[in-house]
C-alpha cells in the first residue's frame, strides 16, 4: 500500500490489520520509524522490517508477502526487496476477520495517508511489486 505519513518513530502508527480468534497480522510504521509486517499465530510473534526509514509528508510504497510453503515474510520498499523472516509459522491468512485501515486493533492510529491496499491470493515476485509501486495514479 502507499502511505503518506506526517510523522514517524515515538509511538506506532498501524497501517492495516486483520484477525480472528487464533491470528493475527498488520502492517504498521514502528516506533523506530521502519515499516514493518507483524504477525500472530500460536503464540509465535514474528515481525519483518524494512531496513528504510520512510520520509515524512512524501508517498512511499510499503509491500510484505507470506509465502506459506517455506513460512517466509519478505518485505518491501518502493518496489526493492528490503528484509526477510522465516519462523515456521504462518497465520491462516484465509481465516481473517475483522479488518482495520489506518490503525491496529484496538488502536495505535496512523497519523498519515494510506492509499491502494491490496491483498493478494498468492505471493507477489518481487518484479511485480516493483512494477506496482511504479505506478502513477
Given at each position: 500500500h502507499w502511505v503518506y505519513p506526517y510523522q514517524t518513530g515515538n509511538s506506532r502508527?498501524?497501517?492495516f490489520s486483520a484477525n480472528d480468534s487464533n491470528n493475527?497480522?498488520?502492517?504498521?510504521?514502528?516506533?523506530n520509524g521502519k515499516?514493518?509486517?507483524w504477525y500472530g499465530s500460536n503464540g509465535n510473534n514474528p515481525n519483518t522490517q524494512t531496513t528504510t526509514s520512510p520520509p515524512t509528508n512524501k508517498w512511499s510504497h510499503f509491500?510484505?508477502?507470506v509465502d506459506s510453503d517455506d513460512y517466509t515474510v519478505k518485505v518491501?520498499?518502493?518496489g526493492s526487496f528490503e528484509n526477510s523472516r522465516s519462523d515456521g509459522d504462518t497465520p491462516n491468512y484465509k481465516q481473517f476477520s475483522n479488518?482495520?485501515?489506518g490503525s491496529r486493533s484496538g488502536g495505535n492510529?496512523?497519523?498519515a495517508r494510506i492509499d491502494d491496499v491490496r491483498i493478494y491470493s498468492r505471493v507477489l515476485?518481487?518484479?511485480?511489486?516493483?512494477r506496482i509501486s511504479n505506478l502513477n495514479g
Open positions: 502508527h498501524g497501517l493475527w497480522w498488520n502492517s504498521r510504521i514502528e516506533s515499516y514493518e509486517f509491500a510484505a508477502t518491501y520498499y518502493n479488518p482495520t485501515l492510529y496512523a497519523d515476485p518481487e518484479s511485480e511489486i516493483n
